[in-house]
């Protein structure tokens, strides 16, 4: 035997060389698969995307190849198992709901800080090939996702989300220009309302239109009111709140 064949794999071979066979060995299943071999090869992947990372998550964090590496081959499981038989899944019971949505939320955070880091790093937005360079997912994945996240009903559980918290911000931001006269806060409170104030039931005396906000009878645009000395500023901002507070 020669000594090549009787070295230790490096951490990206053992990767690599597992992580494809247990692609290759899921895009391989047959309806007709015994139970026993179905189970054997559920641990064995268990113990790839458990085992094997937790003893080298140092590593693998630590190294952006390898991460890129691992991060790709897992996509590539992900994937495979969505193709398997509805039989092996349900002998398995595979939650592929639960599976997808696992996927997606991956893929959304690791194309989401990629184009971020990248995006301060250069100055500018990356192209897909960039992307799939830093996250390790393939092409089509990268293009499915960026082309289609805004229809997928994970990023709408996204907006919900951030919809719970509007209030909780909208009443941090209410004492910041009523108790403290913070004036960054006054100005993005005019931006919020110059929006949606509709939303918020304020008509007639206060309330905002295309590009202005109407006080009394008296139109000022946002070129007007950020023109305007800081005290005038808060003292706009805070009549509106407490028009909308009465108006609630």
């Not at 060995?25 to 085992?51: M, Q, S, T």
């Not at 969505?82 to 996927?103: E, G, N, Y």
């Not at 100005?187 to 104030?197: G, S």
Request: hydrophobic share 35%; aromatic share 8%.
């Amino acid at each position: 035997m020669s000594n090549k064949g009787l070295q230790k794999l490096t951490l990206t071979e053992t990767i690599e060389k597992e992580g494809t066979y247990l692609v290759k060995a899921l895009y391989k299943v047959k309806d007709d698969i015994a139970e026993a071999e179905a189970r054997n090869l559920l641990l064995r992947i268990a113990d790839f995307g458990g085992k094997l990372y937790h003893e080298n998550e140092k590593q693998i964090e630590g190294n952006e190849t390898i991460k890129a590496l691992w991060n790709g081959l897992n996509d590539e499981l992900l994937e495979a198992f969505d193709k398997t038989p509805q039989t092996f899944r349900t002998l398995l019971r595979i939650d592929m709901p639960s599976m997808r949505h696992q996927r997606w939320e991956r893929n959304h955070s690791f194309i989401l800080s990629t184009i971020s880091s990248i995006t301060l790093e250069d100055g500018r937005a990356p192209d897909i090939r960039r992307i799939c360079a830093k996250t390790g997912l393939s092409r089509q994945t990268v293009s499915k996702h960026l082309n289609g996240f805004k229809r997928s009903e994970y990023y709408q559980d996204h907006l919900d989300t951030y919809k719970m918290l509007e209030k909780r911000v909208l009443d941090k931001m209410y004492r910041l220009v009523m108790n403290e006269s913070d004036v960054r806060a006054a100005k993005i409170f005019l931006d919020y309302l110059k929006t949606t104030t509709d939303k918020a039931g304020v008509t007639n005396n206060s309330y905002t239109q295309n590009n202005f906000i109407q006080v009394n009878g008296l139109k000022f645009t946002e070129e007007q009111i950020v023109s305007l000395p800081e005290d005038q500023q808060l003292k706009i901002t805070r009549y509106l709140l407490k028009t909308i507070s009465k108006k609630q």
